[in-house]
């Protein structure tokens, strides 16, 4: 089983989208028996709520039910997901030396990634801004952006593991 995790900061907007978007992919590939994924925040300032309401209005607008409620990101999550996707350097970072502190090794690029890298549209800077400051446009443009970067991912992963014939 290939396991992803999604992090952002608080585990409210970005990567529980990521998660609904994702978990939506993996059903449309019926590969629920080969890949699963969570989300997590590096804060655990919102454990136990569900998303903001406009990230959850904004998933529904686009077909995705958000059902997860929010936690922080665990030691234990560090060995048992094959795959920590971050949405910005400031996570990263956070992620980065968790891992360093708990392991006292560093994390491969496969390990430990920006979701953006995986954007076949980004230019520039490589992360998912946050829309908890912003408007219902910002979180329709950062559930497109997680859109494309999560199709591209999920392709990326059913060939490098060889999960399906054809990729999305």
């Known amino acids: 089983m290939v396991k992803v995790l999604f992090v952002c900061l608080g585990n409210i907007c970005r990567s529980p989208v990521a998660e609904g978007v994702f978990n939506d992919l993996i059903q449309k590939h019926n590969l629920a028996d080969k890949i699963s994924c969570d989300s997590?925040?590096?804060k655990g300032w919102?454990?136990?709520?569900?998303?903001?309401?406009?990230?959850?209005?904004?998933a529904l607008d686009n077909g995705i039910a958000l059902t997860h409620k929010g936690r922080e990101i665990q030691a234990a999550?560090?060995?048992?997901?094959n795959h920590i996707v971050v949405?910005?350097?400031?996570?990263?970072?956070?992620?980065?030396?968790?891992?360093?502190?708990?392991?006292?090794?560093?994390?491969?690029?496969?390990?430990?990634?920006?979701?953006r890298d995986y954007?076949?549209?980004?230019?520039?800077?490589?992360e998912v801004p946050d829309p908890y400051y912003g408007s219902e446009l910002d979180f329709e443009e950062v559930f497109h952006i997680i859109q494309r970067s999560c199709k591209a991912l999920m392709n990326?992963?059913?060939?490098?593991?060889?999960?399906?014939?054809?990729?999305?």
């Open 87 to 115: 949405m910005d350097e400031s996570n990263f970072k956070d992620v980065y030396e968790m891992y360093y502190r708990l392991k006292h090794s560093t994390p491969s690029t496969e390990k430990l990634f920006l979701l």
């Open 46 to 58: 919102h454990a136990g709520q569900l998303p903001d309401h406009r990230a959850i209005k904004n």
């Open 40 to 42: 997590a925040g590096t």
């Open 156 to 168: 990326s992963l059913i060939e490098k593991y060889k999960l399906v014939e054809e990729t999305i």
């Open 77 to 81: 999550d560090l060995d048992a997901f």
């Open 119 to 126: 954007d076949p549209k980004v230019t520039g800077v490589k």
